[in-house]
């Protein structure tokens, strides 16, 4: 028994003392809920002189992936507190000084931050008959630091001012220096114009700000608080970037229907890699503007470039696989209805391409009230969201994937039915039914290309959206209109034939590229292995795809061809 006792007291000596040697080695245990930001108190100067006004600062050293938080914290955190505690008389502190912030997205919300470190300074105003000699300086910090979850932090902050005949510069100066020149311009951009894009929509109203800055330079609008207003206004954007301003769409809340007429704040401007910041105040103009901001040469350029753009690409839809097939046999069928009469075919092809443009226009209808339904400025709003790139992402490569014939997109068998029986009729009954009959006969070649032409439309005016889809109707319609007054050109149409399908597949190759394209900035937004795990994703969906197409698609085609015999 007592050999027992004996082993046991030498175990548990030789396990305390194993432990001690860890402890010792590991150094003391940290405690994981407590603030990990480290804060201090700095004098500027090693000597101030009455009179004059001299800078103290808190110095916030956060670790890395931490940050805190700017004066207007955004969507959530709170920003840094100091309060005075016995400041000796004769000594006034004045309001803390800001310098510019970053802009942080987490989840969806917007925040104004700091990384790695800060330096809030705040001015000191010397009486100037207060005595030469030390004086104690003492306050409270509080603040918030967050990464993924966030702490709380407080600290007793000390430090020594020295009173004496002259100002002498102290060891903190260049430390100093370096933050003063962050803090924003006051005398630059005092003002900058804005302007209303609509009326109130259920207690919200967009604002876009013009912001003289445009391309190669990042602008962001970072506003003050808006506590204690009848309104708020939202942390997050879209930007239109013309070549010399950039438009800064926000939205506006007020539930008492007050709208303010000047909102300040800074304006961030990140141009070849260093960063600017602009104290400045939005002036907000009286006329309600159709589209954002005033209408400048380049955006009038801008629009034009769309509708150009719009009816090339419905010009070029006329030689893919399912639409070119197509041309031939319209045009030869109105002839036949009025052999008679030329005037007869230039009306049946001009009713036939109205049927083309209301199509076109329904559908214009659509990404209006899309758009309206969902408040939406644009697509560049959204693409802030990582779940909204995954879906564009998915869209973009079964597009491509579409265009290399892995699977088609067709559509329903009741609805193009429907339409044959309206379009077989004669007369221009007929031919209008008959443009749109092959405006959705054209659906398989006509959907990648409406995708990317639905994505700038979005980003317009509903004047402007209507206007592309008319244009990209326009392409698509023109060649029926001009072979209706000139039925003779038929002989120059190019012969359908298996290079249609090939051009196709030419057309998948851009779509894939922006594909990855959108993969480079989405991927991150899942994390360090996003881009790894959004690519495997992919692969899964090209599987399904080709699956659904060869197993499903095709095998569906095989099995209606008639039976042969041999």
Wanted: aromatic share 10%.
């Amino acid at each position: 028994m007592k050999r027992l006792l004996l082993s046991f007291l030498f175990l548990t000596a030789g396990a305390l003392q194993g432990q001690d040697e860890l402890g010792s080695l590991l150094g003391p245990p940290e405690d994981d809920f407590s603030a990990k930001t480290k804060v201090d108190l700095l004098v500027e100067s090693a000597e101030a002189k009455p009179g004059t006004t001299v800078m103290v600062g808190l110095h916030l050293r956060m670790p890395d992936h931490w940050h805190t938080y700017w004066q207007n914290p955004g969507d959530s955190g709170d920003s840094t507190k100091m309060t005075w505690e016995n400041l000796p008389e004769g000594i006034t502190a004045g309001a803390m000084q800001w310098p510019v912030p970053e802009k942080v997205e987490w989840l969806e919300m917007f925040t104004y931050a700091y990384h790695h470190d800060v330096l809030l300074m705040i001015p000191l105003t010397l009486s100037a008959d207060l005595k030469p000699g030390e004086y104690q300086l003492n306050g409270k910090v509080v603040w918030l630091e967050c990464e993924e979850s966030c702490l709380p932090g407080d600290k007793q902050v000390a430090a020594t001012l020295v009173v004496g005949e002259d100002t002498k510069p102290g060891p903190n100066r260049e430390l100093f220096e370096t933050w003063r020149e962050k803090l924003p311009d006051t005398k630059v951009l005092p003002a900058i114009p804005a302007s209303w894009t609509g009326k109130p929509v259920e207690g919200k109203r967009e604002i876009a700000i013009e912001a003289p800055f445009g391309k190669g330079a990042v602008v962001a609008f970072i506003p003050d608080s808006a506590k204690d207003k009848a309104w708020s206004i939202s942390h997050d954007s879209v930007q239109v970037i013309e070549m010399k301003q950039t438009l800064i769409r926000k939205t506006v809340e007020s539930e008492q229907g007050e709208w303010p007429a000047v909102i300040s704040g800074v304006l961030r401007v990140e141009l070849d890699g260093a960063v600017q910041g602009y104290r400045t105040e939005v002036q907000i103009g009286d006329g309600e503007e159709t589209v954002a901001g005033t209408v400048t040469a380049e955006s009038v350029q801008s629009i034009w470039l769309i509708l150009g753009g719009a009816f090339l690409g419905g010009l070029i839809l006329n030689i893919m696989p399912c639409v070119l097939p197509v041309i031939s046999l319209k045009i030869l069928g109105f002839v036949q209805q009025s052999q008679e009469s030329p005037e007869r075919v230039r009306k049946l092809g001009l009713t036939y391409a109205l049927g083309v443009w209301a199509s076109f226009l329904a559908l214009a209808g659509v990404l209006i009230s899309a758009k309206n339904s969902t408040q939406m400025a644009s697509w560049g709003m959204q693409m802030q969201s990582p779940y909204f790139n995954l879906v564009l992402l998915l869209v973009v490569v079964l597009v491509a994937l579409n265009l290399f014939g892995v699977f088609e997109v067709t559509l329903g068998g009741s609805t193009m039915t429907k339409a044959s029986e309206l379009s077989s009729r004669e007369g221009f009954m007929g031919a209008f039914f008959n443009g749109v009959l092959a405006t959705a006969l054209a659906t398989p070649c006509t959907a990648p290309f409406l995708a990317g032409a639905m994505g700038v439309a979005l980003t317009q005016g509903q004047g402007t959206i209507i206007a592309a889809m008319s244009a990209v109707a326009f392409g698509l319609a023109s060649p029926y209109v001009i072979l209706s007054f000139r039925p003779d050109w038929l002989k120059f149409l190019p012969k359908p034939g298996d290079w249609m399908v090939q051009f196709k597949m030419i057309m998948g190759f851009p779509m894939l590229a922006a594909g990855i394209w959108i993969l480079s900035f989405t991927g991150p937004m899942f994390g360090k292995a996003g881009v790894l795990w959004l690519g495997v994703l992919l692969v899964f969906v090209a599987l399904a795809a080709w699956v659904f197409g060869e197993f499903k698609q095709r095998a569906a085609s095989m099995s209606l061809r008639p039976l042969v015999a041999c």
